[in-house]
């Protein structure tokens, strides 16, 4: 349900929110709560949430999608140049509960897995082939973090 006008948007309506996904199946390119979503799609399920309708619709994408280089052979960010063209971009280290954090599965790769953070080390993501879950945010994934972004109008 969106929120109502005039509703301001804390950290803790995005993590419960997020939490409401928690159980929902993993599902490539779905974003439908209770249903199926990907890691993408549950970061979309919030912004319809609390912003309403999608800013734009993702293209078809496939499982290792980030994973080929663009023309001039540099890694192509698209996830992140999405989430620069609708959240606040801060820095990684600046992220906060209830910021989406975008993740590099290799070293060299683009980011291509998003998370939000719900409590100190931890996130809820949803997991390939199983369903979303909240887990830890450990070394392993801390040191993947490669973005952070804020959904606009939180105000705390």
């Not at 939490?19 to 490539?28: D, K, L």
């Not at 801060?90 to 993740?103: M, N, P, S």
Request: net charge negative; aromatic share 8%; with cysteine.
């Amino acid at each position: 349900m969106m929120a109502e006008a005039g509703t301001e948007l804390t950290r803790a309506a995005i993590v419960a929110a997020a939490r409401e996904w928690i159980g929902t199946p993993y599902r490539h390119q779905a974003s439908c709560k209770g249903a199926g979503t990907d890691c993408l799609g549950l970061v979309r399920g919030l912004w319809r949430e609390f912003h309403g309708a999608e800013p734009e619709a993702p293209p078809p994408y496939t499982s290792d999608w980030a994973e080929a280089p663009g023309a001039d052979g540099r890694v192509v960010e698209a996830m992140a140049e999405a989430a620069r063209r609708h959240l606040v971009e801060i820095g990684a280290g600046e992220a906060q509960v209830g910021d989406v954090a975008l993740f590099r599965m290799r070293a060299s790769g683009p980011a291509k897995h998003a998370g939000v953070l719900t409590g100190d080390e931890r996130m809820v993501h949803a997991w390939s082939g199983r369903a979303v879950v909240e887990t830890s945010l450990g070394p392993w994934w801390r040191a993947r973090m490669a973005y952070a972004f804020r959904f606009p109008g939180v105000t705390d």
